[in-house]
């Protein structure tokens, strides 16, 4: 049980760091433009 909430955890960090990545990139591609 403990492994398979560690692993859900993890998709969920994994998740949630890929859309910052996404959002930080767009931030910078806006300054560009600017």
């Known amino acids: ?3 398979e909430s560690n692993e ?3 998709k ?3 998740s949630f760091f890929a859309g ?3 959002i930080e990139k ?3 591609k806006n ?3 600017e």
């Open 31 to 33: 300054e560009k433009n």
């Open 1 to 3: 049980m403990e492994d």
């Open 8 to 10: 859900m955890e993890g």
């Open 26 to 28: 767009k931030k910078k």
């Open 12 to 14: 969920v960090m994994r």
């Open 20 to 22: 910052f990545c996404l």
